[in-house]
T-cell receptor, first 116, second 113 residues
Framework: AQKVTQAQTEISVVEKEDVTLDCVYE???????LFWYKQPPSGELVFLIR??????QNEISGRYSWNFQKSTSSFNFTITASQVVDSAVYFC?????????????FGKGTKLSVKP | DTAVSQTPKYLVTQMGNDKSIKCEQN?????MYWYKQDSKKFLKIMFS???????INETVPNRFSPKSPDKAHLNLHINSLELGDSAVYFC????????????FGDGTRLSIL
């Protein structure tokens, strides 16, 4: 069975601090995909990144960076110099190749509050 | 143009009623999904559907049924609504070969009185 764990329920930081959101996944499949989505207070789900299981290179996109480590089954997300607009619930998700047409299995989310 | 659109955005109704939520995507994707987000923000797959196969999450009550008139639409019908059905329902779509790269609609907030 597949599972995604986001142990941090809520995180609160002050603007300009760096913050890391943790994600640990479980799967027996060798081919899988990992994702992060952002859900701001307005409620929509915004796609941030997709990573496949064969690509362990870290990725940076502006103030966002992702650290994928298969050895620890983790796919952590770091926001550098956080801003108030980063306040949202962040979801990590897993999809298994060929499984159920790519259904996303979500973690329970981490609510990030960035205070001015 | 909106890629995945859901209507209505808000739906308030009484217990026992039957209601539908519509979803349309203009991305040319071949697979569509419905997810439910409960009051604790937990997101869970309900259905996934392409023109070949409907996959139903076994925990979904059979009062919920997806209907797809064509590749661009996947509507959600709910019969005999119950208090526990109150949630936000998200539609999504993706293209085969782009595993999991799903585009989501803005959600429909269903409130049962």
């Amino acid at each position: 069975a597949q599972k995604v764990t986001q142990a941090q329920t809520e995180i609160s930081v002050v603007e300009k601090e760096d913050v890391t959101l943790d994600c640990v996944y479980e799967t027996r499949d060798t081919t899988y995909y990992l994702f992060w989505y952002k859900q701001p207070p307005s409620g929509e789900l915004v796609f941030l990144i997709r990573r496949n299981s064969f690509d362990e290179q870290n990725e940076i996109s502006g103030r966002y960076s992702w650290n994928f480590q298969k050895s620890t089954s983790s796919f952590n997300f770091t926001i550098t110099a956080s801003q108030v607009v980063d306040s949202a619930v962040y979801f990590c998700a897993l999809s298994v190749h060929g499984g159920s047409q790519g259904n996303l299995i979500f973690g329970k989310g981490t609510k990030l509050s960035v205070k001015p | 143009d909106t890629a995945v659109s859901q209507t209505p955005k808000y739906l308030v109704t009484q217990m026992g009623n039957d209601k539908s939520i519509k979803c349309e995507q203009n991305l040319g994707h071949d697979t569509m999904y419905w997810y439910k987000q409960d009051s604790k923000k937990f997101l869970k797959i309900m259905f996934s559907y392409n023109n070949k196969e409907l996959i139903i999450n076994e925990t979904v009550p059979n009062r919920f049924s997806p209907k797809s008139p064509d590749k661009a639409h996947l509507n959600l019908h709910i019969n005999s609504l119950e208090l526990g059905d109150s949630a936000v329902y998200f539609c999504a779509s993706s293209q085969a070969g782009e595993q999991g790269a799903q585009h989501f609609g803005d959600g429909t907030r269903l409130s049962i009185l």
